[in-house]
């Protein structure tokens, strides 16, 4: 009592100290977990995102005998993203709005706990641009978390479902959503924010695991207290080298206080590199949304980040579509596999955006490495340009530079992207990126009158149609599939093969030393093909149409594959009811969308089901 | 076994007697609109578009039911367009008020022509301001001392940036996730709180700012477009497509009653505009 000052600082210390084991054992434990092929603990099986699995019981050779061995329904009807997570033994999988979770015991298939959020659907479901998917769970220190539609991030005793807190990540009044899965990282836990159309500014946000105590919070663009973006130390991709940011870049590059509104949400997939302690992902558009209203770069919308796990500090950040004209949203996932690139090794880190560049860059400075087209139909640019990193954008397909009142035409990829949010798989036997596709391009019609909260305003239609070209080649064949599965070498930029998929593969995969990569598809088959040639080896029909990722697991000695089954979500609304049957002067909700419509709804309906395969005994 | 035929046969019955249900259903006059967002409609029915319906409906002799949701992104997609729970219809047949030749809908004849309006406070030092290309030519000292609202879509954020104001902006959503306020509602607090002087808005909301102060708070300017930059548009009603029957009853409606409207309009203090001949979209001349 004499040295209070003192006593309490060792007080605290020893609290640190404490604390510390108990820290590292949430991390060890889960990289523990992702060791073992027998779980499948994060949504990307392992930290570094690579939806690779070291079991081989399901081969090239057996996998035709593959058989469904058990389903289970969700009772969900909407678009069921994300895909199972198996810890110790226990399933656990989720559904969209109303957010359920499900515990279910493998061995005698009956629920052992499930939990249903309390949310206000009035509240929610109008802010949700895109029916109301979630990408999954997150595991970590004894608990599941749920990322809620209502952007309440929940913990859950992953024994009994018994909620251990929740805590309020973003404001739905506005426009603020989430759908994203978490991930744990050491004693915090990562997530972000959904609501881009709304103008919401988009941040990464990590909390205590065991309190749900906001530790850091960094935004996509703003003052460099909000970024976490250090001057002189935080560095980026200019003039062919690292070069730090200068002070505040995160609002220079905008008009006055636009960056208030600024977009760039970060509603993908998150990985992690435990050993240089960093935190990846990508951050989305820039909002006000004509682009002609917010001149310059719209820094750091559309772009790839490295933050400190601890701080949140950014290491580096590289920005692949400065002033975003196109929806090239760019919170697609990030792959972190240690790759020789021209003659040498580096940590890489390998993203495959909507704007149809693969990029690999070295994942310790953002060193850019290699960027080239995963679909050589994309034409909204020749190519990225190595030393300045950025894009060298063809004005013909610039919406800005034909000026408003000019149709754009043929612009390849369509908003939606070569690659939406559905995550790739990486095999470290053939070295190849598995990569679920679309294969679209679009037009945009100005003069379109369009409406939003009761305000008038010149828009314009996009409409979509199948790309029509050669994916290797990009010369144009008059193919009609909206969809391609592509497998593409991150350390060269070639494509080694591409299968054509009638409808855009909206269905993350998972590669398997097995040779064996499978991925859904949204007519509703579970496919699997041979990981060095791509030929198709069995297919299933599930359901409904898949727009889940496919996952694998062992129990009791036996590989499992399971993927989510139920259509929706974008692919159910933005592919269905916004495609362009290829007729011309249709529009993007009306008249035109009929027909592709009419061709997916005669595959499938809505309705949520898990399937789970293995080999017959 | 067989308890399973006789429910089989049970739905066919059902299905089969559907087109009565159908009937029924059309009895009503359906409307979707937002339970909050004055002056357009409210939950308590007491916005434009509501009395526009009611007074359809009771012409129609019809009952008037309302399926109420926030009209944001997606507003048409789930109303609109969605059919009901149980797959008999839609959720409603008409949306009272979208821009003519929006594409999202089809769209009736026009029943009111308005125009963004340049609105200040007043007694803010910007008295003098008597239409808008003022602001564009002001001292830079004094343009930096604006408070003008900014919208992340619509015309009066592409006028700033035209004429260099962009910088001067206080950013505002063009919607919000917010249940229990609105744009409209949102503008007018700050404005009558000073965090703004001025906005360029959309005339019916416009009007409702104006009609929460006492008379001759505000200036209102309209403003003119151009052949790059368009203020006034004519607003309709949105049906489904290929629901001709439904347009020709409302445009039948709307030339018998359009005095009638266009003073309701006029009743929330929402300039008016002549409504001009209709430009036809080159995919609609069916």
């Not at chain 1, 020893?14 to 510390?20: E, F, G, I, N, R």
């Not at chain 1, 949700?128 to 979630?134: E, F, I």
């Not at chain 1, 820094?299 to 790839?304: A, E, I, N, R």
């Not at chain 1, 949010?421 to 798989?425: A, D, G, L, M, W």
């Given at each position: 009592?004499k040295?209070p000052?003192?006593n309490?600082?060792?007080a605290s210390t020893?609290?640190?100290?404490?604390?510390?084991p108990?820290?590292s054992t949430?991390?060890?434990?889960?990289e523990k977990?992702?060791?073992n092929?027998a779980?499948?603990a994060?949504?990307g099986?392992?930290?570094?995102?690579?939806?690779?699995?070291?079991?081989?019981?399901?081969?090239?050779?057996?996998?035709?005998?593959?058989q469904p061995a058990?389903?289970?329904s969700?009772?969900?009807?909407?678009?069921?993203?994300g895909?199972p997570?198996?810890?110790?033994g226990v399933l656990?999988?989720?559904?969209p709005?109303p957010?359920?979770?499900?515990?279910?015991?493998?061995?005698t298939?009956?629920?052992i706990?499930e939990?249903?959020?309390?949310?206000?659907a009035?509240?929610?479901?109008?802010v949700?641009?895109?029916?109301?998917?979630?990408r999954?769970?997150?595991?970590?220190?004894?608990?599941?978390?749920l990322?809620?539609?209502d952007t309440?991030?929940?913990?859950?005793?992953?024994?009994?479902?018994?909620r251990v807190?929740?805590v309020?990540n973003?404001?739905?009044?506005?426009g603020?959503?989430n759908t994203n899965?978490?991930?744990?990282v050491?004693?915090k836990?990562?997530?972000?924010?959904?609501?881009?159309?709304?103008g919401?500014r988009g941040f990464?946000?990590?909390y205590?695991i065991?309190?749900?105590?906001?530790?850091?919070?960094?935004?996509?663009?703003?003052?460099?207290?909000d970024?976490?973006l250090?001057?002189g130390k935080?560095?980026t991709?200019?003039?062919g080298?690292?070069?730090?940011?200068?002070?505040d870049?995160?609002?220079?590059?905008?008009?006055g206080?636009q960056?208030?509104?600024?977009g760039?949400?970060?509603?993908?997939?998150y990985?992690?590199?435990?050993?240089?302690?960093?935190?990846?992902?990508?951050?989305?558009n820039?909002?006000?949304w004509?682009?002609?209203?917010?001149?310059g770069?719209n820094?750091?919308?559309?772009?790839?980040w490295?933050?400190?796990?601890?701080?949140?500090?950014?290491?580096?950040?590289?920005?692949?579509?400065?002033?975003d004209e196109?929806?090239y949203?760019?919170?697609?996932?990030?792959?972190?596999?240690?790759?020789?690139?021209?003659?040498?090794?580096h940590?890489?880190?390998?993203?495959?955006?909507?704007?149809?560049?693969g990029?690999?860059?070295d994942?310790e400075?953002g060193?850019?490495?290699v960027?080239?087209?995963?679909?050589?139909?994309?034409?909204?640019a020749t190519?990225?340009?190595?030393?300045?990193?950025r894009?060298a954008?063809?004005?013909e397909f610039?919406t800005e530079h034909h000026?408003?009142?000019?149709?754009?035409v043929?612009?390849?990829?369509?908003?939606?992207?070569?690659k939406n949010?559905?995550?790739?798989?990486y095999?470290?036997?053939?070295?190849?990126?598995?990569?679920?596709g679309?294969h679209?391009?679009?037009e945009?019609?100005p003069?379109?009158?369009?409406?939003t909260?009761?305000?008038?305003?010149?828009?314009a239609t996009l409409?979509?149609m199948p790309?029509?070209?050669?994916?290797?080649?990009?010369?144009?064949?008059?193919?009609?599939?909206?969809?391609?599965?592509?497998?593409?070498d991150?350390?060269?930029?070639k494509i080694a093969?591409?299968?054509?998929?009638?409808f855009?593969?909206?269905?993350g995969?998972?590669?398997?030393a097995?040779?064996?990569?499978?991925?859904?598809?949204?007519?509703g088959?579970?496919?699997?093909?041979?990981a060095?040639t791509?030929?198709?080896?069995?297919?299933?029909?599930?359901?409904?149409?898949i727009?889940g990722?496919?996952?694998?697991?062992?129990?009791?000695?036996k590989?499992?594959v399971g993927?989510?089954?139920?259509?929706?979500?974008?692919?159910?609304?933005g592919?269905?009811a916004?495609l362009d049957d290829g007729?011309s002067?249709?529009?993007?909700e009306?008249?035109?969308?009929?027909g592709a419509?009419?061709?997916?709804?005669?595959?499938?309906?809505?309705?949520?089901?898990l399937?789970?395969?293995?080999l017959?005994? | 076994?067989?308890t399973?035929?006789?429910?089989?046969k049970?739905l066919?019955?059902?299905?089969?007697?559907?087109?009565?249900l159908?009937?029924?259903?059309q009895?009503?006059?359906?409307?979707?609109?937002?339970?909050?967002?004055?002056?357009y409609s409210t939950?308590?029915?007491?916005?434009?578009?509501n009395?526009?319906?009611a007074?359809?409906?009771k012409?129609l002799?019809?009952?008037?039911e309302?399926?109420?949701?926030p009209?944001?992104i997606?507003?048409?997609?789930?109303?609109?367009?969605?059919?009901?729970d149980?797959?008999?219809?839609?959720k409603?047949?008409v949306v009272?008020?979208?821009?003519?030749?929006y594409?999202?809908?089809?769209?009736t004849?026009?029943?009111?022509?308005?125009?963004?309006v340049l609105?200040?406070?007043k007694?803010?030092?910007w008295?003098?301001?008597?239409?808008s290309?003022q602001?564009?030519s002001?001292?830079?000292d004094?343009q930096?001392?604006l408070k003008?609202?900014?919208f992340?879509?619509?015309?009066?954020?592409?006028?700033?940036q035209?004429n260099?104001?962009?910088?001067?902006?206080v950013?505002y959503q063009?919607?919000?996730?917010?249940?229990e306020?609105?744009?409209?509602?949102q503008?007018?607090?700050d404005?009558?709180?000073?965090?703004?002087d001025m906005?360029?808005?959309?005339?019916?909301?416009?009007?409702?700012?104006?009609?929460?102060?006492?008379k001759?708070s505000?200036i209102?300017?309209?403003?003119q477009?151009?052949?790059?930059?368009k203020?006034d548009?004519?607003?309709a009603m949105g049906?489904?497509?290929?629901d001709?029957k439904?347009?020709?009853q409302?445009n039948d409606?709307?030339?018998k009653?359009?005095?009638?409207?266009?003073?309701?309009?006029?009743?929330?203090?929402i300039?008016?505009?002549p409504?001009?001949a209709?430009?036809?979209?080159k995919?609609?001349?069916d």
């Open positions: 009592m040295k000052v003192k309490w600082l060792l020893v609290a640190t100290l404490l604390a510390a108990t820290v949430a991390n060890d434990d889960l977990l992702t060791k092929p779980n499948w994060t949504w099986g392992d930290y570094a995102g690579t939806r690779y699995s070291q079991l081989s019981q399901i081969n090239a050779q057996n996998v035709k005998n593959l058990w389903s289970f969700t009772g969900v009807l909407r678009g069921h993203e895909g997570l198996v810890v110790n656990y999988i989720h559904t709005f957010n359920t979770v499900y515990a279910i015991d493998q061995k298939k009956a629920v706990w939990f249903t959020p309390t949310m206000d009035d509240v929610t479901i109008p949700m641009c895109c029916d109301t998917v979630n999954g769970l997150a595991y970590g220190d004894g608990k599941i978390f990322q809620q539609s309440v991030l929940t913990a859950l005793d992953a024994k009994t479902g018994k807190w929740s309020q973003g404001d739905p009044k506005l603020m959503t899965a978490p991930l744990v050491k004693d836990v990562i997530t972000g924010i959904s609501g881009g159309e709304f919401v990464l946000a990590a205590d065991r309190t749900g105590q906001l530790a850091w919070k960094g935004y996509s663009m703003g003052p460099d207290k970024t976490l250090k001057p935080s560095t991709w200019e003039n080298k690292v070069t730090p940011v200068g002070a870049s995160g609002t220079s590059t905008w008009k206080d960056w208030k509104i600024g760039g949400t970060t509603w993908g997939w990985s992690y590199d435990p050993k240089l302690n960093l935190v990846y992902y990508g951050s989305g820039p909002s006000t004509n682009p002609v209203q917010r001149p770069d820094k750091w919308s559309m772009s790839l490295a933050r400190d796990a601890d701080t949140g500090e950014v290491k580096w950040v590289y920005q692949m579509t400065p002033h196109w929806d949203d760019g919170i697609n996932e990030t792959v972190l596999v240690d790759q020789e690139v021209k003659g040498k090794m940590k890489t880190i390998v993203h495959f955006d909507r704007n149809g560049f990029y690999t860059l994942r400075t060193e850019l490495l960027a080239e087209k995963f679909d050589k139909s994309v034409n909204w190519h990225v340009d190595m030393k300045t990193g894009p954008v063809v004005p610039s000026g408003e009142d000019v149709n754009t043929g612009t390849c990829p369509a908003a939606l992207g070569s949010q559905q995550p790739v798989s095999s470290p036997q053939t070295g190849l990126f598995y990569i679920s679309n679209l391009c679009m945009y019609e003069f379109e009158v369009s409406y909260a009761g305000q008038p305003y010149v828009g409409s979509m790309a029509g070209a050669d994916v290797l080649t990009g010369k144009k064949d008059d193919s009609t599939n909206l969809g391609q599965f592509t497998a593409y991150a350390k060269t930029g093969w591409s299968n054509k998929e009638q855009s593969v909206w269905s995969s998972v590669a398997t097995g040779g064996v990569v499978f991925y859904g598809t949204l007519e088959y579970l496919k699997a093909v041979d060095k791509g030929k198709e080896l069995y297919k299933f029909k599930t359901p409904s149409g727009i990722n496919v996952n694998t697991w062992e129990f009791e000695g590989q499992y993927v989510l089954s139920g259509i929706g979500g974008w692919a159910g609304i592919i269905a916004g007729s002067s249709t529009n993007s009306g008249l035109g969308a009929v419509y009419r061709s997916l709804s005669s595959y499938t309906k809505l309705g949520g089901t399937t789970v395969f293995a017959p005994n | 076994m067989k399973i035929s006789t429910a089989t049970f066919m019955m059902a299905s089969l007697a559907s087109p009565a159908t009937a029924h259903a009895d009503k006059f359906r409307v979707c609109a937002d339970p909050l967002n004055p002056p939950k308590e029915q007491s916005g434009y578009e009395k526009i319906a007074l359809f409906a012409q002799g019809q009952e008037l309302y399926t109420w949701l009209e944001r997606g507003f048409i997609r789930n109303t609109l367009k969605a059919e009901n149980n797959g008999e219809g839609f409603c047949d009272m008020g979208v821009p003519a030749g594409d999202l809908t089809d769209t004849k026009p029943y009111f022509h308005s125009t963004y609105l200040i406070a007694g803010r030092g008295d003098d301001i008597k239409d290309t602001l564009a002001l001292p830079l004094k930096e001392k003008i609202a900014m992340d879509r619509g015309p009066g954020t592409e006028w700033l035209k260099g104001l962009l910088e001067y902006g950013p063009s919607m919000t996730g917010d249940n306020h609105n744009i409209a509602m503008i007018e607090q404005l009558r709180a000073g965090k703004i906005v360029i808005l959309w005339g019916p909301m416009a009007g409702y700012v104006q009609s929460q102060s006492s001759n505000y209102a300017i309209p403003m477009s151009s052949p790059d930059m203020f548009f004519s607003i049906i489904r497509q290929g001709e439904r347009k020709q409302l409606l709307i030339a009653n359009l005095d009638k409207i266009q003073a309701i309009v006029a009743g929330y203090d300039p008016l505009l409504i001009p209709q430009t036809i979209k995919d609609d001349d």
